[in-house]
């Protein structure tokens, strides 16, 4: 293990690499594998169109800001931006090529269109989940870029080797919280963890009654809800599609769990980031004040 304790933490790697995260694979082409920036590139965009070939229009329902203008005026700013993409849907946003082209393509300004943008469509709760996927591959993606170059910033000629890959072990653990941990060798803390975060989103589900988790319904809701990626996806495929007669009794309690157990999940992703990355650098030991 390595014990390297004259690394400033805090020294980032710039804008421009911050920005290069968003296209997905231009820091692996950086760090020089292209073929792997090929594979990353390619993933992302397989990934996203295969839920926008079930939901196109359906995009723009579920933006941040409406990118309608309603009657006697509107932003014409907003509109031009939302027909790229931007400002549009998390965490579509992070695979930006494939978002843009999506919106793109899916683009109708006109009432006809902005109809289309409101109006279910079949399978869009597992359509929704793949281009959200797409976005969060993206980030795992330049995740993996910014630690490699760290890593060989920071680590001389002979860079250290983590336990496991820290982009990875967020990855795991955005789809099963805690697995992370057990590939970064915290096996115990990562199943309490783990417990912890599937517990307080069954809940959700519970008091819901199987509806708190719905993109098209609580969309703002589930871009948070979607931080555990398991759990969403559970949805998608089994309590997303089923119809709400009434509203049950405790239903905002049960959209607020779940959506703060995707919070908690988050928490988790970037610890198990964090242990695998102290793994190769270390935290600098506080200097004790002997005066």
Excluded at 102 to 121: I, K, Q
């Amino acid at each position: 293990m390595a014990t390297r304790i004259d690394i400033d933490p805090a020294r980032g790697l710039g804008w421009g690499t911050f920005l290069s995260g968003f296209v997905p694979g231009l820091l692996q082409l950086r760090l020089g594998q292209t073929n792997l920036a090929l594979f990353a590139f390619a993933s992302c965009t397989a990934l996203f169109f295969a839920g926008w070939s079930m939901v196109h229009e359906r995009l723009f329902y579920w933006v941040l800001l409406d990118a309608g203008t309603p009657a006697g005026g509107g932003s014409s700013i907003v509109r031009t931006l939302a027909q790229f993409g931007l400002p549009t849907v998390l965490p579509e946003l992070m695979n930006l090529p494939a978002n843009a082209l999506g919106a793109l393509l899916s683009w109708d300004a006109s009432p006809t269109g902005e109809r289309l943008w409101r109006m279910p469509r079949d399978g869009e709760h597992v359509g929704g989940f793949l281009t959200a996927a797409s976005g969060m591959l993206a980030m795992f993606w330049s995740a993996a870029g910014h630690w490699e170059l760290r890593r060989r910033r920071d680590g001389g000629k002979a860079p250290p080797k983590p336990i496991a890959d820290p982009a990875l072990c967020a990855a795991l653990s955005w789809l099963v919280p805690g697995l992370g941990h057990a590939r970064a060798g915290q096996k115990d803390k990562g199943i309490v963890m783990g417990l912890s975060v599937a517990f307080v989103f069954a809940l959700g589900l519970f008091f819901s009654h199987g509806h708190a988790c719905d993109r098209a319904t609580y969309s703002v809701w589930w871009m948070a809800q979607n931080l555990f990626g398991g759990g969403s996806l559970f949805a998608a495929l089994v309590t997303g599609p089923w119809q709400m007669e009434s509203a049950p009794e405790h239903l905002q309690l049960g959209v607020v769990l779940c959506t703060v157990a995707g919070l908690m999940n988050l928490v988790v992703m970037v610890d198990a980031f964090t242990v695998a990355e102290r793994s190769a650098f270390p935290v600098k030991p506080a200097v004790e004040d002997v005066s």
